[in-house]
């Protein structure tokens, strides 16, 4: 059973809508996207490239660049290395190609999912020692690898760490609590918005985001023309990376989100047409849905099934022909992925109910037999499910490997900080954590997290937040074309959600070629009639009606003889079809 909550945050709503030109309705939106003054809302709506945080700002961002500056002066090589989620491979191509125009010695080394795990190890710093390799320059990872870069400083190697996960700590006892002392790797330079001591104003953003930031930073210091021009297009992916590591669209977010999406509707990279192709989008109206939800599960695909690097060879093609054939395989790899991924989440509500584990306030869910890649989306669908905390854990090559996925109110790399006894590796930050550990621990570390878990029954409520309760006769063409606004949406700036009490249902039909959706014929309050459409549990949403209205109720809808008032949960909307374009409105929640 969900709760529903109406956003009761203050503003003078009128004078903001008077200022901006907007309705008093996106108003409200604003102030719930907490914007509290008028130079907020300035930004939120019209904020250019110009308005982001300097890179200058980041603590060791001076030294980093000038470690580089004097690596190329020396002719030192340099290798690059990051992850094989979408973050590390747009990190790793912004760091690569931006040293190459500076005319570095770069390559790239991204570790395989299953022989290395995440981020440095000692046989990425072994490599790197017989490669002849100088400096090591991490993107998306490095924060937790203390030991290997000590082990690289043996070796003689310089190491510079961009990362932008929590940084490991340790409490430390006093006389009245525990202090917090961070564990930084020994590098030269550790540019990282989440340490102490670093003045960075806007700590949310991803590895994708610190990498650019420190090749626009290299640009200003070497002045170098070729760089400069490179900037336009590393800021489409670092708006890629942004949405797919699921950073907060907010601030500095929303902004290189918003302007990365209209140069990706043109873009001159072979591999992102090639994917943007191959999975029929219309470039004209790419989203940061397609981003999120297409063309960055086709390249993470790869990291999951294969390996990153051939996403990042997708990127570096220098031909359409070259990169088409790379995009259909990384298509291919994501469908195979997708039948995998669904499998496996059958398996994990199986054990769900099995062992009653809906009881627990952490899941933590052991499938040795799924493929380890696919643990962080199966928790992930798993927590949405429920909504409870989810571990889920595979069998790796050495031990268990898993992954995990939160709640509001959770931070769950702190919790793992507390039982660190159990891991053998583990990392992350407060919605999602990675981590290795012994077979024969995992019942215990169940038992462990679940007694230290301070969540009350209150917390696993679904929570719907409603941004104005409104009419749906209010929410007209002039409505809908305002707040396009107020995009791109996403975490941290979702769709608006309007809500409406006792909404008569009088119709219904089932659409799509599995009948999986369907359209409502509405009466609203003021006696207009609507369509609104639905894209959820249609078997959910029948039960609901017969539970409620009585036995037979869903059927007598879909023959066209309702009469049934619902409250009802709703975005409003756009929606272009056959070239034809109309208001809808879309139905999330119902009560």
Same mark, same amino acid.
């Given at each position: 059973?969900?709760?529903?909550?109406?956003?009761?945050?203050?503003?003078?709503?009128?004078?903001?809508?008077?200022?901006?030109?907007?309705?008093?309705?996106?108003?409200?939106?604003?102030?719930?996207?907490?914007?509290?003054?008028?130079?907020?809302?300035?930004?939120?709506?019209?904020?250019?490239?110009?308005?982001?945080?300097?890179?200058?700002?980041?603590?060791?961002?001076?030294?980093?660049?000038?470690?580089?500056?004097?690596?190329?002066?020396?002719?030192?090589?340099?290798?690059?290395?990051?992850?094989?989620?979408?973050?590390?491979?747009?990190?790793?191509?912004?760091?690569?190609?931006?040293?190459?125009?500076?005319?570095?010695?770069?390559?790239?080394?991204?570790?395989?999912?299953?022989?290395?795990?995440?981020?440095?190890?000692?046989?990425?710093?072994?490599?790197?020692?017989?490669?002849?390799?100088?400096?090591?320059?991490?993107?998306?990872?490095?924060?937790?690898?203390?030991?290997?870069?000590?082990?690289?400083?043996?070796?003689?190697?310089?190491?510079?760490?961009?990362?932008?996960?929590?940084?490991?700590?340790?409490?430390?006892?006093?006389? /009245? &609590?525990?202090?917090?002392?961070? #564990?930084?790797?020994? $590098? =030269? +330079?550790? @540019?990282?918005?989440?340490?102490?001591?670093? !003045?960075?104003?806007?700590?949310?953003?991803?590895?994708?985001?610190?990498?650019?930031?420190?090749?626009?930073?290299?640009?200003?210091?070497?002045?170098?023309?070729?760089? /400069? &021009?490179?900037?336009?297009?590393? #800021?489409?992916?670092? $708006? =890629? +990376?942004? @949405?797919?590591?699921?950073?907060?669209?907010? !601030?500095?977010?929303?902004?290189?989100?918003?302007?990365?999406?209209?140069?990706?509707?043109?873009?001159?990279?072979?591999?992102?047409?090639?994917?943007?192709?191959?999975?029929?989008?219309?470039?004209?109206?790419?989203?940061?849905?397609?981003?999120?939800?297409?063309?960055?599960?086709?390249?993470?695909?790869?990291?999951?099934?294969?390996?990153?690097?051939?996403?990042?060879?997708?990127?570096?093609?220098?031909?359409?022909?070259?990169?088409?054939?790379?995009?259909?395989?990384?298509?291919?790899?994501?469908?195979?992925?997708?039948?995998?991924?669904?499998?496996?989440?059958?398996?994990?509500?199986?054990?769900?109910?099995?062992?009653?584990?809906?009881?627990?306030?952490?899941?933590?869910?052991?499938?040795?037999?799924?493929?380890?890649?696919?643990?962080?989306?199966?928790?992930?669908?798993?927590?949405?499910?429920?909504?409870?905390?989810?571990?889920?854990?595979?069998?790796?090559?050495?031990?268990?490997?898993?992954?995990?996925?939160?709640?509001?109110?959770?931070?769950?790399?702190?919790?793992?900080?507390?039982?660190?006894?159990?891991?053998?590796?583990?990392?992350?930050?407060?919605?999602?954590?990675?981590?290795?550990?012994?077979?024969?621990?995992?019942?215990?570390?169940?038992?462990?997290?679940?007694?230290?878990?301070?969540?009350?029954?209150?917390?696993?409520?679904?929570?719907?937040?409603?941004?104005?309760?409104?009419?749906?006769?209010?929410?007209?063409?002039?409505?809908?074309?305002?707040?396009?606004?107020?995009?791109?949406?996403?975490?941290?700036?979702?769709?608006?959600?309007?809500?409406?009490?006792?909404?008569?249902?009088?119709?219904?039909?089932?659409?799509?070629?599995?009948?999986?959706?369907?359209?409502?014929?509405?009466?609203?309050?003021?006696?207009?009639?609507?369509?609104?459409?639905?894209?959820?549990?249609?078997?959910?949403?029948?039960?609901?009606?017969?539970?409620?209205?009585?036995?037979?109720?869903?059927?007598?809808?879909?023959?066209?003889?309702?009469?049934?008032?619902?409250?009802?949960?709703?975005?409003?909307?756009?929606?272009?079809?056959?070239?034809?374009?109309?208001?809808?409105?879309?139905?999330?929640?119902?009560?």
């Amino acid at each position: 059973m969900e709760k529903w909550y109406v956003a009761a945050k203050r503003a003078d709503f009128q004078a903001w809508a008077d200022k901006f030109h907007i309705d008093p309705v996106l108003a409200r939106i604003l102030r719930n996207r907490d914007l509290t003054t008028e130079t907020e809302v300035e930004r939120f709506l019209n904020g250019r490239l110009e308005d982001c945080h300097s890179p200058w700002l980041m603590k060791d961002m001076d030294k980093a660049v000038g470690l580089i500056m004097d690596a190329l002066g020396e002719g030192i090589p340099i290798r690059v290395i990051g992850d094989y989620d979408v973050d590390g491979i747009c990190s790793s191509y912004i760091l690569t190609k931006g040293l190459k125009l500076l005319g570095a010695a770069a390559d790239t080394a991204i570790p395989h999912r299953i022989h290395d795990g995440y981020g440095l190890n000692d046989s990425l710093i072994e490599e790197a020692r017989r490669d002849g390799v100088g400096m090591i320059v991490t993107c998306d990872n490095g924060i937790a690898a203390g030991a290997q870069i000590a082990l690289a400083n043996s070796y003689g190697m310089k190491v510079i760490v961009t990362d932008h996960h929590e940084v490991p700590f340790v409490l430390e006892e006093t006389d /009245r &609590e525990g202090v917090r002392r961070e #564990l930084l790797p020994p $590098a =030269l +330079a550790v @540019v990282d918005p989440k340490q102490a001591g670093c !003045d960075y104003p806007f700590p949310g953003i991803c590895g994708g985001m610190i990498a650019y930031k420190l090749v626009s930073a290299l640009a200003e210091r070497s002045r170098c023309p070729e760089l /400069r &021009e490179a900037l336009g297009e590393f #800021l489409e992916f670092a $708006a =890629l +990376a942004t @949405v797919c590591d699921v950073m907060e669209l907010k !601030d500095e977010n929303r902004i290189v989100v918003k302007e990365g999406l209209e140069r990706l509707r043109n873009t001159e990279n072979a591999g992102l047409r090639a994917l943007i192709e191959v999975n029929g989008i219309v470039p004209e109206r790419l989203g940061a849905y397609h981003l999120g939800f297409i063309i960055g599960p086709c390249l993470n695909a790869t990291g999951r099934l294969d390996t990153a690097a051939r996403a990042l060879e997708l990127l570096q093609s220098r031909s359409k022909a070259e990169a088409m054939s790379a995009a259909r395989e990384l298509k291919e790899l994501n469908d195979s992925r997708k039948n995998l991924t669904q499998r496996g989440v059958e398996q994990a509500e199986a054990m769900i109910a099995q062992g009653h584990m809906e009881e627990d306030k952490v899941m933590v869910i052991y499938l040795p037999q799924v493929h380890e890649s696919l643990a962080g989306i199966i928790a992930g669908r798993i927590r949405e499910h429920y909504n409870h905390p989810v571990f889920l854990l595979t069998r790796g090559e050495d031990g268990v490997k898993g992954s995990g996925r939160s709640v509001e109110g959770y931070h769950m790399y702190q919790a793992m900080t507390e039982v660190k006894q159990y891991f053998t590796k583990f990392g992350g930050h407060a919605m999602a954590a990675g981590l290795s550990m012994r077979e024969e621990d995992v019942e215990e570390l169940q038992r462990e997290l679940n007694v230290r878990c301070r969540l009350g029954p209150e917390d696993f409520v679904p929570k719907v937040l409603i941004d104005v309760p409104m009419p749906m006769d209010y929410g007209d063409e002039s409505l809908a074309d305002q707040l396009e606004l107020l995009e791109p949406f996403g975490v941290g700036n979702p769709k608006p959600l309007f809500a409406q009490k006792d909404l008569l249902f009088l119709s219904g039909c089932k659409m799509g070629a599995n009948k999986n959706c369907a359209r409502y014929r509405v009466r609203t309050s003021g006696g207009e009639e609507r369509q609104i459409v639905f894209f959820g549990d249609l078997e959910a949403f029948g039960s609901f009606l017969d539970e409620k209205f009585g036995s037979g109720s869903q059927e007598t809808l879909y023959k066209g003889r309702g009469n049934f008032p619902v409250s009802v949960a709703y975005q409003l909307g756009k929606n272009t079809y056959k070239g034809r374009t109309e208001l809808q409105y879309v139905m999330r929640h119902y009560s």
